[in-house]
C-alpha cells in the first residue's frame, strides 16, 4: 500500500523535474533554430566584408567593429567609476545616510528599462550636447547602463578579500589608500574583471539604447572617429528583420548575423565562468 | 599586470587597424521607403569612389526632414513633401531646403499569395481598415478573418494612406501596426487573412498586389498618375548643398542611378532634371 | 603630502558613487523634463484612462490605456510561463540536483541569461509566429500569447537565479530537523525550505517583473503593435516600450506625440520604480 504521502512526493518531485527539462526543452529548440539557419552563413568573407549586393550577401565586418567600439569605450568609460563606487562602498561607507542613497540609486539604474536609456541618451548626448547619433552617445548611454553591473561585481569583489589582508596592512603601518590600491584591489582584481566580462556581455547585445544613440543602418567604412555613426550587431540582426526590401533574403544574414552575436556573448560569458571557476579553485583562505 | 599590458597593445593594434581616415563623408537619414534605394546607390557609389564614406541611416520621412532642417544630417530623404508644419519650421529657421524627387512609387496594396481577392475598391480599403469589414467573406473570399496592417502613425507611408483611402478616419484599434515596409511584406506573406500596404519595391514575390479601384500599381498608372495612391519619393538638401551631396544626387539622377531605382523595384522617373522648391 | 593623498583618493571614491544620483537623477529629469509638457494637452486621467491612441489625428488622441493594458497582459503571461519554470529549477538545483548536475545547471541558466533580447525577437518573429499560424490556425502569429512565451523564457534565468540564491540561504539545519522528524524531501522543500526563503522569492518574482515589462526589443518585434484592449490571448497588443521605440524614430521633435512618448516613459518608469522600491523594502527587512 503506497500512502498519499508517497505519491504527493513523487509527484512533485518530477514536477520540478518537467519544469526543469521544458527550459532545457525549449533552450535546445531556441539555440537549434538560430545556430541550424545561421550557422551555415558562418565563414571567414562573413566575418570580414562588408554587406553587399543591397544587404542580401556580403558580410557583417562593419557591424562587428561597431559592437566592438561601442563594447570596449562605454567599458572603458564604466568601469573606473564602478570600482570608484565600490571602494566607497566598501572602504568608506560614511556617512550611513548617503550609502544608502547610493545603493537605492543603483538598484534604480540597475532596473531601469533599456529603452529609457534610450531615450535618455537622445535628450541628453544626442541633442543637448550635440554628440548626434554617434559612438560617442551610444557608448555613453551604454555604460551608464553597465555601470550597476560592475558596481555590483567589483563590491563582491572587494569584500570577498578576507578582513585580515586589510588589517594586517593597516597594522603594518600602511595608510587607508595605500591599502586599498596595493592590497585590495590586486586582489580583488580577477573577481573584477569576471564581472566586467559578464557586463560586456550585456552591452554588447543591447539594441533599445543604441538605436536612437549610436545605430545606422548601412555605412561600409569603418568609424574614423567617435563621432560617426556605426553599424552594431544586434541593431543589424532588427534592421534586417524590418528594413530592406529584399526581405526573404535578409532573413538568413539576420540569423547569421544572431549566431556572430551570440558567439561573441556567450563565448564572453562562458569565459568569465571559468575564470571565477579556477579563482575559486585556487584560493586558499 | 602582463595580461594589461598585453590586452591595451591588443586595443590600439585594433584601433589603428580599423581607423582608416576617410575625407568625405556624406550622412543620409529618413523614409524607410527609400532606404532601399539610397542604400544600393551608396553601395555602388562607394564601390566607384573608394574615398567616400556613406552612412544610411532609416528613421522615418519626418527625421529625414526634420533632420535636413537641423543639419544633422547631409541628406534627407522622405517619401512625402514637406506638410505645412514643417514649412512653417523651416520659415522660422530661415532655412531653406531644395526637394529632389528620385523615384516613383505607390503605396502598393497587399494579401496572402493564397488569397483570392484580385480587386478592391478604395471605399472597400477604408471600411476595412476602421473595421467594418471583418471577414474576407463579405469581399467574396473565403471564410478568414480580415487582418489588418498598418503602419506607425508618423511614417510617410501612413500619412499617404491616410490622406487618401481613409480621409482622416481613425485605423481600427485592433489593426496591427508594424514599424515598417519589410515587417509588413514579411507578415503578410505568411499570415492567410492578412492585408497591407507597402511601397511598391516592397512588393515582392511572397505576397500577392491586388489591384485598386481595378487599376494595376505599375510604371505606366504610377508615371500617369492613375493608380490612386501614386506618390514620389524625395532627397532633400540644404538650399547650397555640399559638392559631394551634389555629386550623389546627380548620381542618383543619372542612368545608373535609376537603374537601381529600378533594380529595386521602384519606378523610374523619367526626367532628369531636379525640380526646385 | 601623505595626507593630502590620501584625501584626494577618498574624494575621488566620493565623487564617482555621487554619479551614480547624478545619472539617475538625469534619467528622471530628462523623461519629465520631455515628458510633462504632454500634459498641456490631455489631462493626466485622460491619458492614463482613455483607451484610444491616435497621437497624429486632428484632434489628436493621446489616451494609454490600451498601451498600458498590453504591457501588463504581456508581463502577466510572461510571469505565468517563468513563474513555475524559473521557481521550479531554483528548488532543482537547489534541493535535488547532485553536485554535478548542478555544477552544470547553474552556468546554463547563468547563460541563458546573457542571450540579447533581440535573438529572442528575431526567434518570435521569424520562427514561432509562423508556426503558431501553421499549428493553431490563429489569425495572427504577433500577439500575447507570442510575447508572452518568449518573454516568459527570458525571464526564466532571472527568477530561477536569485531563487537558487534565497534557497542556498536557508540554513541546513532546518532542513535536517525537517528529515529528522519524520517530513519526507518533498514535504521539507514545500513546507519549511520554501516558506523559509519565501521574501527572497518574491523579490526575485518582483524582479522578473520589472525585466519584463520594460524589455523592448521582443515585443516591438513579436506583440504586433495594435492599440487596442484585447478581446483574445491570441490578438496583437502594443505594450508601452514599443510604442515607445517604433515611433520615437518618426516623430517630429518638439511636437506633442513627442512629448507624449516620454509622458509613457513616465509611467513606464514609475511602474519599474515601484517594483524596485518593494524589493528594496523587502531586502531591507530581511536583512534586519
Not at chain 2, 135 to 143: D, F, H, T
Not at chain 3, 135 to 142: A, D, E, R
Request: aromatic letters at 10%; one cysteine or more; glycine letters at 8%.
Amino acid at each position: 500500500m503506497i500512502s498519499r504521502r508517497k505519491i504527493s512526493s513523487f509527484l512533485g518531485v518530477n514536477l520540478l523535474r518537467l519544469f526543469i527539462v521544458i527550459t532545457a526543452i525549449f533552450l535546445l529548440v531556441f539555440l537549434y533554430v538560430i545556430f541550424s539557419r545561421g550557422g551555415k552563413l558562418l565563414s571567414w568573407s562573413f566575418l570580414t566584408e562588408s554587406p553587399r549586393r543591397f544587404m542580401t550577401e556580403g558580410g557583417i565586418f562593419p557591424a562587428i567593429v561597431g559592437t566592438f567600439w561601442l563594447t570596449v569605450l562605454s567599458i572603458s568609460f564604466a568601469l573606473p567609476l564602478g570600482v570608484l563606487t565600490a571602494i566607497f562602498l566598501t572602504s568608506y561607507a560614511r556617512p550611513p545616510w548617503l550609502v544608502r542613497i547610493v545603493r537605492v540609486a543603483i538598484n534604480t539604474l540597475a532596473g531601469v528599462p533599456s529603452i529609457i536609456y534610450g531615450l535618455f541618451g537622445l535628450t541628453v548626448f544626442v541633442r543637448m550636447l550635440h554628440f548626434d547619433v554617434s559612438i560617442l552617445s551610444g557608448s555613453l548611454t551604454l555604460g551608464i547602463l553597465a555601470l550597476p553591473v560592475i558596481i555590483n561585481a567589483s563590491e563582491e569583489a572587494l569584500r570577498s578579500v578576507p578582513r585580515d589582508f586589510r588589517e594586517a596592512s593597516l597594522a603594518l603601518g600602511a595608510t587607508e589608500r595605500q591599502t586599498i590600491i596595493k592590497i585590495l584591489l590586486p586582489t580583488a582584481l580577477p573577481n573584477i574583471l569576471t564581472g566586467t566580462i559578464i557586463s560586456i556581455g550585456r552591452v554588447a547585445g543591447e539594441t533599445a539604447p543604441i538605436l536612437f544613440t549610436a545605430a545606422t543602418f548601412y555605412t561600409r567604412v569603418l568609424p574614423s572617429s567617435v563621432m560617426d555613426e556605426v553599424m552594431a550587431l544586434p541593431y543589424h540582426i532588427y534592421a534586417l528583420l524590418t528594413e530592406g526590401s529584399h526581405g526573404a533574403k535578409q532573413l538568413p544574414i539576420a540569423y547569421g548575423t544572431a549566431v556572430v552575436l551570440m558567439a561573441l556573448v556567450l563565448l564572453v560569458s562562458t569565459l568569465a565562468i571559468i575564470i571565477r571557476f579556477r579563482i575559486r579553485k585556487k584560493r586558499k583562505w | 599586470m602582463k595580461i594589461f599590458r598585453s590586452v591595451s597593445v591588443l586595443i590600439l593594434l585594433l584601433f589603428s587597424a580599423t581607423c582608416t581616415r576617410v575625407e568625405n563623408k556624406l550622412k543620409i537619414a529618413g523614409s524607410t521607403t527609400v532606404l532601399p534605394i539610397v542604400q544600393a546607390a551608396a553601395e555602388v557609389y562607394m564601390e566607384q569612389h573608394p574615398q567616400v564614406s556613406i552612412s544610411v541611416r532609416g528613421g522615418g520621412s519626418s527625421i529625414g526632414i526634420k533632420s535636413i532642417i537641423g543639419r544633422i544630417v547631409d541628406l534627407g530623404s522622405a517619401s512625402r513633401q514637406i506638410n505645412e508644419r514643417e514649412m512653417k519650421l523651416i520659415a522660422a529657421q530661415e532655412k531653406n531646403l531644395q526637394a529632389f524627387p528620385i523615384a516613383r512609387d505607390a503605396l502598393t496594396i497587399i494579401v496572402h499569395p493564397d488569397n483570392p481577392v484580385l480587386n478592391l475598391t478604395t471605399g472597400q480599403l477604408r471600411l476595412i481598415y476602421t473595421g467594418e469589414l471583418h471577414n474576407w467573406q463579405q469581399l467574396g473570399g473565403p471564410n478568414l478573418t480580415i487582418i489588418p496592417i498598418s503602419r506607425d502613425v508618423s511614417s510617410g507611408s501612413f500619412e499617404v494612406f491616410n490622406h487618401f483611402i481613409l480621409d482622416s478616419l481613425s485605423v481600427a484599434s485592433g489593426a496591427m501596426v508594424l514599424a515598417s515596409n519589410n515587417a509588413v511584406a514579411t507578415t503578410v506573406s505568411y499570415t492567410p487573412g492578412a492585408i497591407g500596404y507597402v511601397g511598391y519595391g516592397y512588393a515582392h514575390e511572397q505576397v500577392k498586389i491586388i489591384t485598386l479601384d481595378g487599376i494595376r500599381p505599375q510604371a505606366e498608372s504610377i508615371i500617369s498618375g492613375d493608380y490612386p495612391l501614386s506618390r514620389q519619393l524625395y532627397i532633400y538638401t540644404p538650399d547650397k548643398p555640399e559638392q559631394l551631396a551634389s555629386d550623389f544626387i546627380a548620381f542618383l539622377l543619372s542612368e545608373e542611378g535609376q537603374n537601381i531605382v529600378t533594380q529595386q523595384g521602384f519606378i523610374k522617373l523619367h526626367q532628369t532634371e531636379p525640380a526646385n522648391e | 603630502m601623505n595626507k593630502f593623498k590620501e584625501t584626494s583618493f577618498k574624494s575621488v571614491t566620493y565623487l564617482a558613487s555621487l554619479f551614480t544620483i547624478v545619472f539617475l537623477f538625469a534619467i528622471i529629469l530628462s523623461i519629465f523634463y520631455e515628458g510633462i509638457p504632454i500634459f498641456k494637452h490631455v489631462s493626466l486621467i485622460k491619458f492614463l484612462t482613455s483607451p484610444s491612441w491616435h497621437p497624429t489625428h486632428f484632434p489628436p488622441d493621446f489616451g494609454i490605456l490600451s498601451l498600458i493594458a498590453g504591457s501588463f497582459l504581456v508581463t502577466l503571461g510572461a510571469l505565468i510561463i517563468s513563474i513555475p519554470l524559473g521557481l521550479g529549477s531554483a528548488i532543482y538545483i537547489s534541493e535535488l540536483a547532485g553536485p554535478t548536475s548542478k555544477e552544470i545547471l547553474k552556468p546554463v541558466i547563468e547563460l541563458l541569461a546573457s542571450i540579447p533580447s533581440v535573438v529572442y525577437g528575431l526567434f518570435g518573429m521569424a520562427f514561432l509566429s509562423p508556426l503558431l499560424i501553421k499549428i493553431f490556425h490563429v489569425p495572427t502569429g504577433l500577439n500575447i500569447f507570442s510575447a508572452s512565451i518568449i518573454l516568459g523564457i527570458m525571464v526564466v534565468p532571472i527568477i530561477s537565479s536569485m531563487s537558487e540564491d534565497a534557497l542556498s540561504t536557508v540554513p541546513k539545519s532546518l532542513r535536517e530537523a525537517s528529515l529528522a522528524l519524520g517530513a519526507n524531501k518533498w514535504e521539507t522543500i514545500i513546507r519549511v525550505v520554501v516558506p523559509a526563503a519565501k521574501s527572497g522569492i518574491f523579490s526575485s518574482i518582483i524582479l522578473g517583473f520589472g525585466r519584463a515589462i520594460g524589455e523592448t526589443m521582443v515585443v516591438l518585434m513579436v506583440a504586433g503593435g495594435a492599440a487596442q484592449i484585447p478581446k483574445g490571448l491570441f490578438q496583437p497588443v502594443r505594450p508601452m516600450p514599443a510604442a515607445i521605440a517604433a515611433e520615437m524614430g518618426e516623430t517630429v521633435i518638439g511636437s506633442p506625440h513627442f512629448h507624449a512618448l516620454y509622458g509613457i516613459s513616465i509611467i513606464l518608469f514609475t511602474v519599474t520604480f515601484i517594483s524596485i522600491l518593494i524589493t528594496e523594502f523587502i531586502v531591507h527587512r530581511r536583512k534586519k
